[in-house]
């Protein structure tokens, strides 16, 4: 059985999503970044980097999000959700979900992890003023040339689809102009209609 170390706003949500999906036996463990839970030395042992997800295999403990994705899906290959059997569009998948992972994360981190790159008061608050902008210029990248049809690579459901409905829940909080994202908001509301995701998002709740 897997376990999920997970958060409640985090990105853990795309895998969180991805393990209810596949309809695997896991655990998932709520990181308490309240009490610095996150800096135990208990969950630094699973991962020394201080963050979720991480993912307990029966072969190790996996973190980062586009990796943990990708490996739900080769390790599932039935289920469909990463076009496995074609190598340029896999990467193709893997370069959406870096995408999310080393630009738009990294954007909307600005606004409240200013202190990852700097310690002067006055450059985190500049930090945090760019953040609708760069997260705004980052999802109409995404809205005019990424998302290809009901989904991220078209037709059919995928990894890609649950990460990306991870960031743009992000978008509210980040002062984004959402009147200008027609399609990422429609494909925000088709993902969270799925019952898998719908279970997950309950759960974080509770």
Request: some cysteine.
């Amino acid at each position: 059985m897997y376990k999920l170390f997970t958060g409640p706003g985090t990105c853990a949500l795309a895998s969180h999503i991805v393990l209810e999906e596949l309809g695997l036996p896991y655990e998932a463990v709520r990181v308490d970044f309240a009490s610095q839970a996150q800096r135990s030395p208990e969950y630094l042992a699973i991962n020394p980097k201080g963050r979720v997800p991480a993912l307990v295999t029966p072969r190790g403990v996996l973190t980062e999000t586009p990796a943990i994705l990708a490996f739900l899906a080769q390790a599932n290959p039935a289920a469909g959700l990463a076009p496995l059997d074609d190598p340029f569009a896999f990467a193709e998948a893997q370069a959406f979900n870096s995408y999310l992972c080393s630009t738009v994360h990294v954007a909307h981190a600005h606004k409240s992890r200013g202190a990852r790159w700097v310690d002067d008061a006055a450059a985190m608050e500049a930090m945090k003023r760019k953040v609708p902008q760069s997260m705004g210029e980052a999802f109409a990248l995404i809205e005019h040339g990424m998302l290809r049809g009901p989904w991220v690579m078209g037709d059919q459901y995928s990894i890609c689809d649950a990460y990306l409905f991870t960031v743009a829940r992000w978008l509210d909080g980040d002062g984004v102009d959402l009147g200008k994202l027609p399609r990422v908001m429609a494909h925000r509301e088709r993902v969270a209609a799925r019952p898998a995701v719908a279970r997950v998002l309950a759960a974080e709740k509770g």
